[in-house]
């Protein structure tokens, strides 16, 4: 099964809402990455956590990670309808460091 | 500008034909990179490579083939032997192999690969 998993699959909200977002992971880490995908584009990277790290923010973005739990966060503030797209989580386990595990991603729409 | 082109964006496969998907970049990054995308689902990994004339498998090599003769380009060939090749496939770069997750990849625009 994938190392990364998203939760939820799906979320939808109003534009100036916040959005949060969740991926777990079964193995120990050494990052954890979040990109966005818009549909039928590639992916553009966001931010990246390392495993010593609790928190970290970019813009509107902002991520948690609590190694205890194997799980992050990621929180958008204040959503803009251009912030529709895909999610996706991308882990750097400490055994197999060089190769990222991509979850299957969440998806959100954001109504203006 | 700097980045990465993925050609064709649109590609039509018949059975039992082989198709190669371009990826070139220009960011001077060692490593590159081969991922399939199905709907609803994330990035798996079919081969990957850190260096000129060297290429390893990912996790779903099965039915592909690479090549990285130049730095600037590692195109991938989808077989016969792949069974199921209907997919997106993305094309990523990082700058070294070994610290690619410490500094994020840089993806092209995608291949949308159909069996018709």
């Known amino acids: 099964s994938q190392q990364g998993e998203e939760d939820p699959q799906a979320l939808s909200i109003q534009e100036g809402e916040n959005a949060t977002m969740n991926c777990s992971y079964k193995?120990?880490?050494?990052?954890l990455q979040w990109y966005r995908q818009n549909s039928g584009r590639g992916l553009v990277h966001l931010i990246l956590?390392?495993?010593?790290?609790r928190e970290k923010h970019s813009g509107r973005l902002r991520v948690t990670l609590d190694t205890s739990k194997k799980s992050s966060s990621l929180l958008i503030t204040a959503s803009r309808a251009a912030d529709t797209a895909s999610y996706f989580c991308?882990?750097?386990?400490?055994?197999?460091?060089?190769?990222?595990?991509f979850g299957d991603g969440t998806t959100l729409t954001v109504k203006p | 500008d700097g980045g990465i082109t993925q050609s064709p964006k649109y590609l039509f496969r018949k059975e039992g034909q082989n198709v190669t998907l371009s990826c070139e970049q220009n960011?001077?990054?060692?490593?590159m990179y081969w991922y399939r995308q199905d709907p609803g689902q994330g990035l798996r990994l079919i081969y990957y490579?850190?260096?000129?004339?060297?290429?390893q498998k990912g996790d779903i090599a099965e039915g592909y083939s690479v090549s990285r003769e130049k730095k600037e380009s590692f195109p991938l060939t989808v077989t016969s032997a792949q069974k199921n090749p209907t997919a997106f496939y993305l094309c990523?770069?990082?700058?070294?192999?070994?610290?690619?997750?410490?500094?994020?990849?840089?993806f092209g625009s995608g291949t949308r690969l159909t069996v018709v």
């Open positions: 990523a770069s990082s700058p070294q192999h070994t610290t690619a997750t410490s500094y994020g990849y840089t």
């Open positions: 193995t120990s880490i050494n990052n």
């Open positions: 956590i390392r495993s010593n790290e």
């Open positions: 991308a882990t750097d386990a400490r055994t197999n460091a060089g190769k990222s595990t």
């Open positions: 960011l001077n990054h060692d490593a």
């Open positions: 490579s850190q260096i000129v004339n060297d290429f």
